[in-house]
């Protein structure tokens, strides 16, 4: 186990290391004039703006810029923001950022996941019949509905009718509500798909049949057959799904004010933060090798039939 | 009999002065009624729409940050409620005959103060604006929009470039250190005492006082305070000092800002607000079902909601926007692949037939659906931007008067000028004189084959945003429309990634369409910039005419001759369609809580909350329409000197 673990996180390592450099060389090839919005190429002379580029060390070769990239990483100096939010320690931002998104993610996942989960198991529960008509009416609704339509319903007519702010404020803890209700919907409805689909799966299978003719209770099996093997495909996504509760959405987060990480890579790229987005790019890979990672341990850990060494 | 006459005409004369001062009085009284019969709050809710990426002033590429700056650190002048320039930070100031050396007498005994609205132990003297100059003349702290001040203020462009020659190793027989310390002898920036700037300038600037209200690089800074924090100068409210009305005292990056009211101002009376509550809302919806629901002080209006509000209990609180100093334009590329439409842009009748082929109200409509006609604008600068000393609007020159006021809807002219155009550049059967079948590549936008003849390809790109491709296809309609899907055919590009440095600067476009603003009063500041090698000039026309008639007007002796020279100039490049401005960029309507015009009418900077007056409810269209007129006759008295 121990060398497997070695071996991945060098694996990861590279991984990490091929993506960031891929990134940061692909950045360097963008024009010059995208550092600049409209109106100051506009303001500005050709030779300003060479200036300007030098001051940022933009004109410098690609390879120096990147040793200097990570010179500055390890002395713990992330950089500061280019064009987003000029001259602002990367660092800051994310420590304003992450902590705010990260919150709204938690409480959405949790939500997600055991609303999510007690959905599914109400849909086999009573499979065909309300609880699973329900069920699949929420999860069409959630999935086919474009998610724009219901959010913003969300936002305008229900915060009307239950007297709540349509933004957020953060020391307003009922704003907090309809936020992390939109985040959730989603997230309920995925768990209680995939959680039907593997619950009913499994009850068709012939161990079910087995251990029902051989005198277990239907709750017995239910409770440790049916559900443990069901849930075993849904948690390898749980480490990801933990780690990337920083990224934030996008439409969520604009339509009520978050000052989170939703958009921040998008408007990065868009407006050319060179230092902003490879920050963020380096952080999000980090962040799904390792995912990825601790889902094969923990799916190893909940499923003994899964080892992840060739056991001599 | 004529004695009879004059008599007579002198009673009507007398009547109508009487009447009209009445009627004056009149409207005064209701005014006043109107301001007597509200309560007041002492806190503004309003909102921004995009974030403030940073508060320095000298550096940011973003307009929003003037918003805040407005209110929280002052300049040397000010427009009073009337716009005219009133004494700020500087009491008193003086000018000599040619305008070329403007010096000014700074308070006395004011101090910066910090976030928390103490005063620092950082006196706010004559030096601070000296030192202002000097922050924005060294390459290394990133000034933007440089280019008028660098190019005004005596020595500046020099002591800019030295430096930044030193910095790219083109001079290397001088110390940077030096020339930073020669800074007092080499710039026309000078703190004659500590309590007097003086300003030398390389040209007369009638108009300097106007820049110095808008423009930031113009205000002053503790300049060991900034450099002593490097980079980290006002990236948020807690790095940096103020000297204006307001401070920031809290600041929540993309989410809220709060302005608290200075208690050491030097103008602390007219401080009607103790607090401004700033919060970050993205999009109009949002906005306006806040302000309904009483949680801002104002909103604006965009066109589809407008006609949403009808028949609401907020029709009433409908209220035209003044002013918008900014031209949305055509800008065309002269000097494209696209062979077709090169050929014909280069031609004088082709461009005649695409000024006079849009119906420029069906345009306005879609910002302004109840009066389009108030947004039209053929000139490049605004009317009401720019004034000569005898109170004669700069675009009532003669020919720019002219233009002003052409009606371009025509397209039975525009058809004539396409096809004198078709008779100079095609043969008799369609072919385009010089120009091959080929394939025209303005990726990553697009591409596109052209065929050699009629009808001309155009390729217009824009944004996707969903008015820009409202407005796309009305320019399609109306030009193959005016002037024939025989001799036009016109494509549209809407490109989601649209830059300047993808469409723009690569002239991967025939058409596009952009805006630019009259920033300060005078001409100089957008006509410069559309010389032949000017840097607006993207779309590589050659206009020897025009640069003459710009050289002219920046060798004039008054300032009469000037503008008249930058009319004539201005409309050489309008009435010939090398430009083709044909709405303002003003954005249909609003609803608020305050009373207007009782804070500082700023015609070139932003707004300021100084002297603003907020009420709990909104205002009316009656009582704004009262107030408007009352102020209107107020400020042509105060013009009066009465």
């Not at chain 1, 799966?201 to 251990?211: G, L, P, S």
């Not at chain 2, 007056?613 to 009582?623: D, I, N, R, W």
Request: proline residues 4%; contains cysteine; aromatic residues 12%.
């Amino acid at each position: 186990m121990g060398k497997y673990i070695l071996k991945r996180t060098l694996n990861s390592i590279l991984t990490v290391m091929i993506v960031f450099v891929a990134v940061f060389m692909l950045l360097r090839l963008m024009p010059l004039s995208g550092y600049f919005p409209p109106e100051m190429i506009k303001e500005t002379d050709e030779a300003t703006r060479m200036s300007y580029l030098r001051n940022q060390g933009l004109l410098d070769h690609p390879l120096v810029q990147l040793g200097r990239f990570i010179g500055q990483l390890f002395q713990g100096n992330l950089g500061r923001s280019l064009t987003v939010y000029p001259k602002v320690p990367i660092a800051t931002l994310l420590a304003e950022k992450i902590p705010v998104t990260a919150a709204f993610g938690f409480a959405s996942m949790i939500i997600g996941i055991v609303l999510g989960l007690s959905l599914g198991m109400l849909m086999v529960r009573f499979k065909d019949r309300w609880g699973d008509h329900l069920g699949t009416g929420y999860i069409l609704m959630v999935r086919a509905i474009p998610s724009l339509i219901y959010l913003f319903f969300i936002q305008v007519w229900v915060s009307l009718w239950l007297n709540l702010d349509m933004v957020f404020y953060d020391d307003k803890p009922t704003s907090w509500i309809l936020p992390v209700i939109c985040l959730s919907l989603g997230s309920i409805a995925w768990y209680a798909l995939w959680l039907r689909r593997f619950m009913v799966d499994e009850e068709n299978k012939d161990y079910v049949k087995f251990a029902l003719v051989k005198g277990l209770s239907k709750k017995q099996v239910w409770r440790e057959h049916i559900f443990k093997n069901a849930i075993i495909p849904l948690v390898i996504y749980l480490p990801s799904d933990l780690l990337f509760i920083i990224s934030g959405s996008l439409v969520i987060e604009t339509l009520y004010v978050i000052p989170g990480t939703g958009g921040l890579l998008t408007t990065a790229i868009e407006k050319q933060d060179n230092n902003l987005v490879q920050v963020i790019v380096l952080m999000y890979a980090v962040l799904s090798v390792l995912g990825v990672f601790l889902g094969d341990l923990l799916i190893a850990a909940v499923d003994p039939r899964i080892t992840l060494t060739e056991d001599k | 009999m004529k004695r009879m006459i004059a008599f007579l005409l002198a009673m009507v004369m007398m009547f109508s002065v009487a009447a009209t001062s009445a009627l004056g009085e009149d409207v005064a009284a209701a005014a006043e009624a109107i301001k007597q019969s509200k309560t007041y709050e002492t806190t503004y809710n309003t909102y921004f729409s995009s974030s403030y990426s940073s508060f320095n002033y000298f550096s940011t590429a973003y307009a929003t940050v003037r918003e805040i700056v407005a209110n929280c650190i002052d300049g040397l002048v000010e427009p009073d409620i009337y716009g005219v320039y009133a004494p700020s930070l500087a009491e008193d100031w003086d000018v000599n005959e040619d305008q070329t050396v403007w010096t000014f007498k700074i308070r006395q005994g004011l101090k910066w103060i910090d976030h928390n609205g103490n005063e620092t132990e950082y006196a706010l003297t004559a030096q601070d604006f000296v030192d202002g100059i000097r922050y924005i003349g060294d390459p290394k702290n990133d000034a933007y929009s440089l280019r008028v001040v660098r190019n005004l203020i005596s020595g500046l462009y020099d002591y800019y470039w030295l430096l930044d020659d030193i910095d790219c190793g083109l001079v290397t027989d001088k110390n940077r250190d030096d020339v930073v310390a020669s800074f007092d002898e080499m710039v026309g920036v000078k703190a004659l005492d500590e309590y007097t700037v003086q300003y030398t300038l390389e040209n007369s600037a009638p108009y300097f006082l106007s820049l110095i209200e808008s423009s930031m690089l113009m205000l002053p800074v503790e300049y060991d305070y900034a450099m002593a924090l490097g980079d980290d100068f006002a990236v948020d409210n807690e790095h940096m000092l103020y000297c204006g009305a307001y401070y920031v005292s809290a600041f929540e990056r993309d989410k809220a800002i709060t302005l608290t009211a200075n208690p050491y101002y030097w103008d602390k009376e007219n401080i009607t607000l103790d607090t401004v509550e700033y919060q970050m809302i993205p999009d109009g919806t949002t906005s306006l079902e806040m302000f309904k629901r009483g949680m801002i002080d104002y909103t604006s209006v965009e066109s589809e909601a407008y006609d949403s509000l009808q028949g609401t209990e907020y029709a009433d609180n409908l209220l035209p926007t003044s002013h918008s100093f900014s031209t949305n334009y055509l800008w065309l590329d002269f000097d494209g692949e696209n062979a077709e439409f090169k050929t014909f842009i280069n031609n004088e009748n082709f461009r005649k037939a695409l000024l006079y082929s849009m119906d420029r109200e069906v345009l306005a409509a879609l910002r302004e659906p109840v009066d389009p006609a108030r947004i039209l604008r053929n000139t490049i600068n605004a009317e009401g931007a720019i004034y000569d000393s005898t109170g004669k609007d700069y675009t009532d020159y003669s020919p720019l008067k002219e233009i002003k006021e052409t009606n371009y809807n025509n397209p039975e002219l525009a058809r004539e000028y396409m096809e004198k155009a078709v008779a100079e550049l095609c043969d008799e059967n369609g072919n385009i004189k010089g120009v091959e079948a080929t394939t025209v590549d303005y990726l990553p936008v697009c591409s596109f084959d052209i065929d050699g003849k009629l009808p001309v390809t155009i390729c217009y790109v824009g944004t996707d945003d969903e008015e820009e491709i409202i407005m796309a296809q009305l320019f399609k309609a109306m030009i193959e429309e005016s002037i024939g899907a025989d001799y036009i055919d016109f494509q549209i590009q809407a490109f989601a990634g649209w830059t300047y440095g993808t469409v723009a600067d690569p002239l991967n476009y025939d058409i596009y369409f952009d805006s630019l603003s009259t920033g300060y009063a005078d001409p100089s500041g957008i006509l410069t910039r559309l010389t032949t090698d000017g840097a607006e000039n993207v779309g590589c026309y050659n206009v020897p005419e025009y640069d003459a008639l710009i050289e002219k007007a920046l060798a004039a002796e008054t300032f009469e001759e000037r503008l008249q020279y930058f009319a004539e100039a201005e409309a050489y490049l309008c009435g010939n369609g090398f430009v083709i401005p044909f709405i303002s960029s003003l954005r249909g309507y609003y609803m608020s809580n305050s009373i207007p015009y009782t804070s500082p009418r700023t015609l070139y900077g932003n707004e300021k909350y100084k002297g603003t007056l907020v009420m709990a409810e909104p205002l009316t269209q009656e009582e704004f329409e009262t107030l408007k007129a009352a102020y209107e006759i107020e400020r042509e008295k105060a013009l009066a000197g009465e």
